[in-house]
């Protein structure tokens, strides 16, 4: 049994599933690193199941299997409630995202027959044999790669580990009228971004004619643009992304430009050649990855977006994101609102929109909302 301090035991009923190591007041001599446990005040009373980690300074992370579950049944269950909740999802789709779903540290991402998962919690990762049986039984993946190489495993006292567990890296799946071609082991994250999904599809309704899109990774945003008939320009500083964008192009016969290069060095190049766009998106990587790099996070987008604004003709329209967990919503738009008023440009929000429905948030945890995408137009 794990016992929680009482301002432990205040924050679990506050709903938020993560306690620290500080907010607990003692573990049983039976409990290990990697347990379902049960938590309780320091009164015994039991609270509920959680995930114990002896490594991480998380070291509680509450998940809704019931007292007197059995907790092994408790997790496949919650497995199987994941998957059954995106059976309406596309062939590319998260099946598992960690807290949302009730299994701390367990992310799998299905990219059409091929399946690439990440154990980034102590619990998760010793569950990976019978996660990996469930999932053959369930879906036989004929790809299934590991991608446990992500920094966050150190926390949890877990080295980093990448490798195929069945199958060939390279799969091809459907996303919207696309097919794509995806590396499940060399692909950034599990081989994609599959948040942005449905908001590609988005950005494909609302924008039209001169489009860039910036920071394009392989050009998931680019090439629902281009098959929605836009002329698209591609801009990223990987070469290799921008390969596999090109590919990708080629195997939907579709045409987009490339440049590999710095956006920011791009847009501020435009700005000076007097170019005018009619859209542009903005997608680019976390620029706030902890708290004490908000404030560098926050110049960062103001620049971006203020060069984004400055670019676009009367009536052009912005698609731009931001993945941060240390920026709310709030934030955000603050920031994208002084680039307006900075750029001296009439911005109306069209849309607000977040992570696709098979990345679901915690309502108790802020954090897990951490993408935010606004579809604006300006005068
Ligand atoms: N829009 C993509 C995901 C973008 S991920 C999608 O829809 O899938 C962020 C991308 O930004 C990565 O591909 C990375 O190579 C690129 N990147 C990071 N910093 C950059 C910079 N300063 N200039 C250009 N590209 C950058």
Known sequence: M???TRKGVRRWLRGHPWIFRSDVASVGDAVRGGDLATVAGSDGRPLGIAAYSDQSEIAVRGTPIALGEDVETGWLRLLDAAIDRR??????????????????GLI????????SLQTLTQAADRRLDATVAHLDARLAPTTLALRNDVKVRHHEGLPEAKRLLRGAPDVEAPIGDLTLGFDL?????????????DNRLAAARFLSGEVIDCFSYDGGFG????????????????????????????????SVKTEAGNVFDRLRAWAAEGRQLDGIVLDPPAFAKSRKSADAGRRAYKEINLRAFKL????????TCTCSAHLDRADFERVVAEAAADAGRWARVVERRS????????????ETDYLKVLLIEVS
């Not at 060399?186 to 999904?197: A, M």
């Not at 676009?312 to 698609?319: F, K």
């Open 185 to 197: 082991l060399e692909g950034q994250k599990t081989g994609g971004f599959l948040d942005q999904t």
């Open 2 to 4: 794990i016992r929680l």
């Open 312 to 319: 676009l003709r009367p009536g052009g329209r912005l698609v």
């Open 87 to 104: 059976a309406d999802r596309p062939a590319c789709a998260r099946l598992v995202n960690g807290d949302a779903d009730g299994l701390p």
């Open 223 to 254: 090439l629902q643009l281009a098959a929605a008939g836009c002329d698209v320009t591609c801009v990223d500083s990987s070469e290799h992304a921008l390969e596999r964008l090109r590919a990708n192009a080629a195997r939907n016969g579709l």
């Open 108 to 115: 799998i991402d299905r990219y059409g027959p091929g399946i």
């Open 355 to 366: 992570a696709a429905p098979d990345h679901p948030t915690l309502l108790t945890a802020r």
